[in-house]
Structure formats: C-alpha cells, structure tokens
C-alpha cells in the first residue's frame, strides 16, 4: 500500500424511495461524494430482490457507496446505523486505500 | 450531533409518503408507507353500519360473507356445529348470523390530532416561506426556513412577550436548533424518537408535501420543519404533542376478547335466532365458534365481503368464448385509466376499429417544454426521475415568428394586467379603470359558460397555429428509441399493425377548479398525455427505428402510420395531434375515425351523464360545457367508482360493459418470451393503479382526514395545494366532490381487484422476486385473481399458493 492512503469506504444498500435521506446524510457528513448504483438485485432478509425495473425507480435496491477520511466516517456510520434500526436495508464498513486522498476530503 | 439529529428526523418520517403539489397532482396511497404492514392493521374501513346497510340492499349477500370468512377463519371446518330451535346451524351460519345480527363493536375512532397553537403559527410561516407574496417575500427566504423564521419570529405580534424574548438567540443551523429543542423539552433519545413520530404526523399534509419539496426542489427539509415545530412548542410551554389516531393504533394494544365477552355475544345471537332460551352447553359451544372471529375482525370481514360482491360479478360478466377482431382497419392505443374502456367500447362497436391499452406515456418518459414554454412538464410516472428532455421545433419559420409576435402581444396584457392586481395601490384604479368590462365579462361566464367558453376558442384562433416536432430523435438515441419502441410492442402484445395506429393520450379541461391536473393523465406525471403520444407516434414511425424493429422479428408494415391523438375526457372527443405530419396515404382512414370517433363521444357523454349529478336530463351541449362552467365542481367524475385492473388481451373484455371502472392493460403473454413485460405491467402500471385506487378508497373511507374535504371552503396556497378555510394543514387526497354528493357516496371504497390472464408461474416468480408487489399482495393491499389461458379455471393468489376460486364462473 505504499503511496496510498487510507480511507473508510461505506456502501449502504436501501430501497429506492428510502435513498434521499441517505445521500443526505453522506452529504452533511462531509463526503466530497458517493456513487448510487440502482436496480441492485439479490437476495436478503426480505427475500429476494429483482435487479433494475424498466419503469420503477422506486421499489428497487439502491447501493451507495461513499469514501471518507476515518475521522469523519464515525459520525456517518453512527448516523446511519440509526435510521437502519428499525427499517429493511444494509450497511458495510470497510477499510479502503486511495491514491488521490484530496479527492475525498 | 447534527447527523445523529437528521438520522433521528428521517426515521422518524420514514412512513411519510411525499405529496405532489397542485399543479401536477399525483395520487397515492397516503397510508402507503404502511404496506409492510397487513391491510386490516394499518387501515381504516368503513362503518360496521354502512356495511350492514349495504347487507339489507343486497350489495353484501351470505353466499360472499360466508366464502371470506372460509378463507379468513381456516379453523371452521372443525369448529363443529349446534342446534337452536330444531335447525342445525354450521359454524360458517353461525358467524354469518354474527355479522348479521350480533352485538355491534364499536368502530375505532378516527380521531384527527386537534390543531393547536403551534400548528397554527407554523402552517402561518410555512406557508409564507413555500408561497411567497410576489411584491412581499418573507425577509432572509434564501437562507432557508429555520433561519428566515428565527429571524421573523421574535417579530411575531402573534406570541407572546416571553415567547418572543426566548426566540432571541436561537442556534444558527436547524440541526442545531432541533437538538437545542428537544434538551429543552427535556426528551431522551427514546422519547425524542417517538415525539419526532408524533409531531411530524400533525399535519400530514404540510408534512408530505415537505418531503416532496425537499427531494424535488431543495429548499426546505423536514428538519427545518421539526426544529421549528419543537422550538415553538418549548418557547410556548406548551405540553408534548399527543398521539394522533394513526400511532394511537400502533401505541395501543389491541382490544382482545374474553370468554365473557364471547358468551355475552353468543346469548345476544342466540336470543336473535330463537325464540326459546338455549341450553348452557349450546351457548358455550355458539361461544366458542365466536371465539374464532372477534369483533376486531369484523370490519375486515365485511370489507372483503363488499369487494368479493363486485370481484364475482366481474368476472361473471367477461365472455367464456372469445374471438379476435380480424384484420382491424384502425388500431387506437389508450390509456389504462378506467375512463377510456368507456371510449373504447363505444369505439369497437365499428368492426374495424382495435383498442388496446398501455400506460399513458406510452413508454416514452420525458420532461417536455413546448414551444417557446417558459417551463417544463415532468410528463412521466412519478416513479422515474425525467432524464430526457424534449421539446418541440418549428416546421415553419414564418409561421413560428408570427406567433410569437401574437404571444408578446397577449403577455404584455397579462403581464400588465397582474402587475396591477399585485402592486399595492394599483387593484383601486385598475377597479376603475377596467372593472366594468371584467363585470361583463363575469355576467357572460356565470350566465352562458358556453357562450364564455366559444369566445375563448375564437380568442385562441386569433393566434396562428403552429406545426412542430417532438424533438425525440435528439433527446433519446437510435437503441433507446428502438428498445422504447420494442419495450412498447412486447407489453401491450402488439402482435400485428393495421394501416393506421392511434396513441391516445387523454386531458380533461374545466375551469375554476384547483383539481384540474388530478383530472389528467396519471402515467404522465398528473400532465395531459399528449406530449408522450406525439413523442411515441414519431418513435414509431421513425424508418431507422423500424428497421431495428424488424431485426428483432418486430416488423411493422410501412403501410402502417402511427397518430398521435388526446381524449379530451370532458368532451370525450379525441384530438388528432400533428395533423401536418399525416400522409396523405392515411388522411382518409383519420378522417373515416374522426366520425366514427364523435359518435361514440356523444354516446360515451351521454352514459356518462347517469352518474354526473344533476346532469341527467342536460343536452349534449350544456353537458360539455361544463369544462367552461367556473360555478360547476362536477366537470367530470375522474376515475370514480375505479374498482379493478385487467391485465391480458381485449378478447377478455371485448363487447362487455365495464362501467369505467376497470384500468384495462393489453397483454399477450406469446409477445413477451421471458416474461420482462408482464413484470413490468406489475412493478409499474399496477403500482400506479393501486395508488389511484387507494386514494380514492381513503378520500371516501374519511373524507376529511384522507381527503380534501368540500370544495367550497377551499383557499388555494398558490399552486402548492389548499386549506380547508384560512389556516391549518394543507389538504391531503381528493375534495368530497371527487367520491360523493351530499352524503351520498358515488365512489365504492374497495381495494383494488386485479385480473391477469399469463402463465401462474410467470406471475408467482414475478411476486417472489419483487418486494413492493409481495407486500401489495401477501399483506392484502390489492387482491389478485389469475388463470394461465382463455380455457383455464381462474385461481386466487394467496400466500400459499393458487386456490382454486369456487365463485368464479
């Protein structure tokens, strides 16, 4: 990992309609950014879920992905683990290394 | 802290469904964040009373009570049985004679949260921040609703000394302030959790259509909501909020009943069904049958029972036999919104004529701006986000400039016009000036709508026409137009071309009336459909995109052209779009339409009128002039009485009298090899359908809490949504003159039956693999009957699997 710096990479995995406030929080948290892939498909807790719906944005699986210094993802992770407590959706915290670390504040 | 506290908001209003404002009204399920939830848990029904009501007029019989309660009460068929006078009583008798007879539970309460002091000073401000004045904008607007508030409250004649002096040095930042808030208020994680819940249920309103602001428009939040919500009530000393019925639901524990309470219903039935008194052992055993069904599952029971009338006789009405129009001379595409199987109908009495339905955007979702627009339109399902934009070109430069010349002209006077409305001394002169043309103006449109109505036309000739086109071919690329066209031909079955195709979108026109877009085309985003249909007309007959098609095995014939067209449902005429853009190849068959088309619109408006009060005995004329009457809250009836959604070809449907309550989807499962059509219909037009179907049934279930209550006491708060008088929250659903006249319900409050002829299994994986629709299903928001083919028996879906429907013919 020479050259590399580390970071805290985040990747949340939530309905459609439940996104906003998660790109919301990634937002206020202090992320310089975070990339949504819609029309995730699997199978999890509620069972399984179909992949990309030609005309509903919706009701399919949405994952984010965000990259963050350490020292800002502990309040994100906080953040998200609450509005996770009572609701379907995912989250997975992993360390991560970048190149370009200005990129990701 | 700030995360912590914006975490805590959206969990809090994760169940708020968004409101659409106004101007492009689109319907949902306002209870929609509760489809987790089954459907007699989360929901409210109608009165026990009113059922009973429709028991006596026939509209609920035995034969249907005693199939739900088969199916709801699996536990019947060992239930045994008693004797009471001589006659032998099943379980199945006994509970039926319960419903029928028995001691009457209570309904629940519905109990809106009584408004106080801080949702009045709040709906004030919110409603100051979201519509401002033209000439007064509230001071420091830019800087969002927590701060232009903070600035303004401790102004506020309206609260107290102390109150005003306590808003002096709020928190800069909402998040901030709601922290600083709920401290004050003394609440905990857990009780700020719950408070957050409650208050945010106040006023649903203000609430959704908040949630829809901040997604679409991005300057307010719910945060900012709250934090003023809560600061108010501590400046105020006010006490927490209460629960409103919908948490007091969750909060309280359901009523369970005991074996006093069973044996105090079964000697009540028991007296009711003979006259003789019945021995202890007989009454225990009537007890302990009644055991099996509650009081608190009655309403579910008599629901069930309303809509299994209606499903039965259904699907009694559709043909056993059915045959294809042959060689169809015309083929008109419409949309699936109930009103168009009326259009339809009257359409197919021609023998050439072919109807099909398909969502009314046709597959083409855009944001369109028309001509020299200054805005644009999100003329797609409310479940996509527009990311095509389309607008419209010229064919004719000369023509184009003159009507623009035409429009600068009429804009200066409206500009001039409203500027003197608004500027603060000018409205006296302008009184003076001009008031008596406006009061004739007045007498002409209150006295002869008709009359007002033809010189709006003749005002609107005045300005040249002009020719355009969709600009689809550069808004959307080869592959995209042709997999929107293939997307198209595969879920509707469009199996075979006639010489001339119509896309049909549909409009309504009336005036006065601040539910105008809830009266349009619910696929095109609460907009007129005609954009989307010119948009696909030209997607189709593009020769590149047909030249894809054909590779795919999708031919079309280059004798088939494609019309755009828009069903004005006041009127019931259909519009021919573009009529510049037609060959002359095909001008004889449009024309040969048009007149097939005024007959049936004269019929359909007459049909139509049995139902629109007071209209039975108007002429065609006055009948249609209601789009112009700004005195007539029944333009037209919407989607009223919508009850069903069919799914698979018009042989199922052809030649049957629907009554406009079915939305109607044209499917043919040998067009969709891999089933991706059909799962689309079901994760799009059907969630559409539901949303519509329900807001409907909750505007009638509880005309006030879910719907917008009478229309003549509405105040418009711009084009944001309306107040039941001067203040509160904002309205949610449809006016009572969406559902009802008087006390009389037009609308029947059921869920939505859904009919789909296609392979079961297809269906079943389709449900298994999509969350939204085993929630709609398994948690009975919406009831599904299907078959594999014609010659199938239908089957009922259940979460165990096809039932064999014993009811269905």
Known sequence: MDGLTKMTKIEIVISGRDAPPIRELITSAGATGYTSVSGVSGLGHHGPHSGALLFNESDTLTMLITVLPPEKASALISAVRTLLDDGPGVMFVADTYVSRPEYFG | MSLEVRAAVAKATRAVIPIWPLSSFIAVNPLGGRESEDFSVAAVMRSLSAFRADYSAGRITDVELAAVLTNRVPELDDAGRVTLNG????????????????????????????????????????????????????????????????????????????????????????????????TKLGLDDGAADQIL??????????VGYIKWRAAQVGDIDLTSYLAVCLTLRWALGLPLPEPTTESKTELAAKPQTDLATDATRAATLAASLSPEPAASATLASIARILALHPPQDHAATWQAAYEEH??????????????????????????????????????????????????????????????????????????????????????DTVQAKLRTNAFRVRDAFTAGGHASETLPPAPFALAETVGWFSGI??????????????????????TPLLKTEVTVATAFTLEERAAMAETGIRMMGLDRCAPLVILSGHGSTSANNLYQSALDCGACGGNPGAANARAGAAIFNDPNVRDLLKKRGLPIPATTYFVAAEHNTVSDHIEILDPHLIPESHAAAVREFTAAQNTAADLLVVERAGLLPGASEQPLARLRARADDWAEVYPELG??????????????????????????????????????????????????????????????????????????????????????????????????????VGNRDLHEAMRLTVLIEAPLERVWAIIARNLVLRQLFDNHWVMLTARNDPNSDWQRYSTSGWISDPLAP
């Not at chain 2, 009457?104 to 709040?122: G, K, N």
């Not at chain 2, 036999?321 to 009326?342: A, F, L, N, Y």
């Not at chain 2, 049957?656 to 059509?677: I, K, N």
């Open chain 2, 87 to 182: 006659r032998d009583w099943t379980a199945i008798d006994l509970l039926v004679a319960d419903l029928v007879r028995g001691e009457q539970a209570p309904s629940a309460p519905v109990l809106p949260a009584a408004p106080d002091r801080v949702d009045e000073l709040v709906a004030k401000w919110v409603a100051a921040y979201l519509d401002p004045h033209p000439a007064w904008p509230m001071p420091n607007r830019g800087l969002g609703l927590w701060a232009a508030w903070g600035a303004m409250a401790r102004h506020d004649p309206q609260l107290p000394a102390k109150a005003r002096r306590q808003l002096a040095n709020l928190p800069a930042s909402a998040d901030e302030g709601l922290a600083n808030a709920l």
């Open chain 2, 197 to 206: 819940k409650i208050e945010a249920r106040r006023m649903p309103g203000w």
């Open chain 2, 310 to 395: 209606y499903r039965r006789r259904l699907l009694s009405s559709l043909p056993v036999t059915s045959e294809r129009v042959t060689d169809p001379k015309v083929q008109v595409v419409m949309c699936i919104d109930p009103r168009s199987e009326g259009m339809r109908r009257h359409l197919e009495v021609d023998p050439d004529i072919e109807t099909l339905g398909f969502a009314g955007f046709f597959g083409v979702p855009i944001r369109f701006a028309s001509y020299l627009a200054r805005g644009s339109v999100d003329a797609l399902p409310a479940l996509l986000s527009p990311r095509h934009a389309v607008t419209e070109t010229a064919t």
């Open chain 2, 441 to 462: 103006a007045t007498l002409v449109r209150t006295l002869s709508p008709s009359l007002a109505g033809a010189i709006d036309a003749a005002q609107h000739r005045t």
């Open chain 2, 639 to 740: 989607l009223v009485r919508n009850a069903a959604l069919i799914i698979g070809p018009r042989e199922m449907t052809r030649g049957v009298d629907l009554e406009r309550r079915v939305f109607m989807h044209s499917y043919r499962p040998e067009c969709d090899p891999d089933g991706t059509a059909l799962e689309t219909i079901m994760t799009a037009p059907l969630v559409v359908a539901q949303w519509i179907n329900h807001q409907y049934y909750f505007s009638t279930v509880d005309k006030n809490l879910w719907g917008a209550g009478t229309k003549t006491i509405h105040n418009a708060i711009g084009s944001i949504g309306v107040l039941a008088g001067q203040t509160g929250d904002l309205k949610i659903g449809l006016p009572l003159q969406s559902v009802s």
